[in-house]
C-alpha cells in the first residue's frame, strides 16, 4: 500500500480534493466529476487509436529499416521525414510520447525523433491553414519559417549538448518499452 501512495501521490491528492469539494458543495462535486469522466473518456478515444498504431509499427517495421529512413545516416531524408511525420499529426502532445520511445527503440536518431515531436507541438498542418485564414498568408510564413528555425534549433542543439554516454541512457531506456 505505501508502494502505490509513493508511486500514485498525486492522483491520491486529486481524489480527496474532490473528496472535499463534495463534502463542502455537492453539485460542484458532481460537475467536477463528470468533467472528470468526459476528460477519461476522451484521453481514452484518443490513446486506444494511437496504441495499436505503435504496436504495429513496432511489429511491422523493421529495425533495420527505420535505422536507414530516420537513423544516425539517414541525413536529409531522415530530417525531411521526421519533419513531415510531426506537421501531419492530429493528435494531442501527450499521444505522440510513445510514438517518439517507439521511433528511439527502433534506431532513429535523436535530433530526428526531436524535430517529429517540435513539429508536432508547433507546425501541424491543420494549424497552418487556419492561420492562413485567420491571421493571413505573409504571417503564417514568417511564423512557419521562424518556428522551423526553432525546431531544427532545438533539435540540433539538444542532441550536441548529449554526450554518447546519455544518448546510449536513452537508446537503453526505449528498448525497455
Known sequence: ??????????????????????????????????????????????????????????????????????????????????????????????ALLPVAGVLLKKGSRVSNVLIFLCASASIRIPLLFFEISSLGAPFTLIKFGLNLLVVFAIAFIIEKLLSDQDKKAIYDNADKL
Open 1 to 94: 500500500m505505501k508502494t502505490a501512495i509513493r508511486k500514485y501521490w498525486f492522483l491520491f491528492i486529486i481524489v480527496l480534493c474532490k473528496g472535499i469539494v463534495w463534502l463542502y458543495d455537492p453539485q460542484i462535486g458532481k460537475t467536477t466529476l463528470a468533467f472528470s469522466r468526459k476528460n477519461v473518456i476522451n484521453f481514452l478515444f484518443i490513446l486506444t487509436p494511437v496504441f495499436v498504431c505503435i504496436g504495429l509499427m513496432d511489429v511491422w517495421v523493421e529495425r533495420e529499416k527505420m535505422i536507414r529512413i530516420m537513423g544516425a545516416d539517414s541525413g536529409i531524408k531522415g530530417i525531411v521525414v521526421a519533419l513531415l511525420s510531426g506537421m501531419i499529426t492530429a493528435v494531442p502532445l501527450y
